[in-house]
Structure formats: structure tokens, C-alpha cells
């Protein structure tokens, strides 16, 4: 059984910055690939960023290329997402996400674990 819990969520100006952190139970952190997503009111959820379990490999989504980073610190079972230059469209419900294997050909990238969700609120 994999744990999920964030933080680092919080109401912030357009332009300013948030770092997001997601602590994993167990000790095989390093096994699993990780992801963010993010959920609007009223809108469906959707892809924000992933890493492999390594963190060689990452993704994001076009809506935050340039501006968000994803990474992990396996010592630590704790993944991150670095936001910068934050935007109104932003805001939302953050998940932090855990999957056995990365499929990305499917929704939600095949993840089979997820967290409760931290809310970011960016003001204009």
C-alpha cells in the first residue's frame, strides 16, 4: 500500500511562486513513477507533470512547459513540482500521483495511487 500526502498549497499573486511536496510511504519510493495533476471547479482533471522513477525521465503538460518543474528526492520518498510565473488558470485541486509503470497512451497515465489534493489559488 502506497501513502500520498501533500502540502506546500496556498493563495498566492499572479507572477509568484509555489513548490509543491508529496511524501510516499514505504521504502521502495524509487519503484514507483510519479505524477501531478490538477482539478478545477467544474472542470475535469487533468495532467500537469510525471517522472520516472528514477527521474530521468520527465513530462509535462504544453499549459505548463517553461514554468514548472517536477522532482524527486528518493532518499527522502518525496516528490516536488517547482511552480513559477503562476497564472490565474493555475488554480486548482494539486494531486500527487503514483503508478507501478507510466503508460501514457491512457488516461490519468495509468497511476494507481493518489493523495487527497492540496488547493493552490492564484489571484489576478
Known amino acids: 500500500q502506497v501513502q500520498l500526502v501533500e502540502s506546500g498549497g496556498g493563495l498566492v499573486q499572479a507572477g509568484d511562486s509555489l513548490r509543491l511536496s508529496c511524501a510516499a510511504s514505504g521504502r521502495t519510493f524509487s519503484n514507483y513513477a510519479m505524477g501531478w495533476f490538477r482539478q478545477a471547479p467544474g472542470k475535469e482533471r487533468e495532467f500537469v507533470a510525471a517522472?520516472?522513477?528514477?527521474?530521468?525521465?520527465?513530462y509535462y503538460a504544453d499549459s505548463v512547459k517553461g514554468r514548472f518543474t517536477i522532482s524527486r528526492d528518493n532518499a527522502k520518498n518525496t516528490v516536488y513540482l517547482q511552480m513559477n510565473s503562476l497564472k490565474p488558470e493555475d488554480t486548482g485541486v494539486y494531486y500527487c500521483?503514483?503508478?507501478?509503470?507510466?503508460?501514457?497512451?491512457?488516461?490519468?497515465?495509468?497511476?494507481?495511487?493518489w493523495g487527497k489534493g492540496t488547493l493552490v489559488t492564484v489571484s489576478s
Open positions: 517522472s520516472s522513477g528514477s527521474g530521468r525521465n520527465t
Open positions: 500521483a503514483a503508478a507501478t509503470a507510466l503508460r501514457l497512451n491512457i488516461p490519468n497515465y495509468g497511476m494507481d495511487y
